[in-house]
């Protein structure tokens, strides 16, 4: 049987490489993804603490509507790279703008990760099947790439 120091290292590394594969995802997001048996979300909220109590912080958090979003932080991606259990990419971005921005961006990750769980829950894939797709280049960088043309 699992001590509970070891499930809830075992719960906090699943919260990393879920964050690193998705970009962003609410508490009860990745409660729904990682313990689909619990009642509340105080398991994956303690991990999501501890992930950005580490030094450096392993994972953000930004509000909006009061509601919590998470991602991880380049520290983040770089222990869920070196874990092995994620493939390694020069594109992969960090989720911050995606978590905290007003346009739109946060609305299409939430609905990724609610497909995400909507495959999950119909066993047709798990959660760790999935990445999301590479960040797209701004406005700003189409327009100096432009310029210097």
Known sequence: ?????????????????????????????????????????????LALRNLRAESPALAGRAHRAQQSYWYCTPAGLAEATASGELAPTADRATGKRVASGRTGLREHGL??????????RAGAADHADWQAEVAHPTRRLVRRVQVRV
């Open 111 to 120: 609905a990724l990760v609610d497909t995400v769980i909507d495959f999950h």
């Open 1 to 45: 049987m699992k001590t509970a120091a070891r499930a809830g290292a075992d719960i906090r590394g699943q919260a990393l490489l879920t964050l690193a594969r998705l970009r962003l995802a609410t508490p009860l997001q990745l409660k729904t993804l990682l313990l689909p048996h619990q009642q509340d979300t105080d398991y994956i909220r």
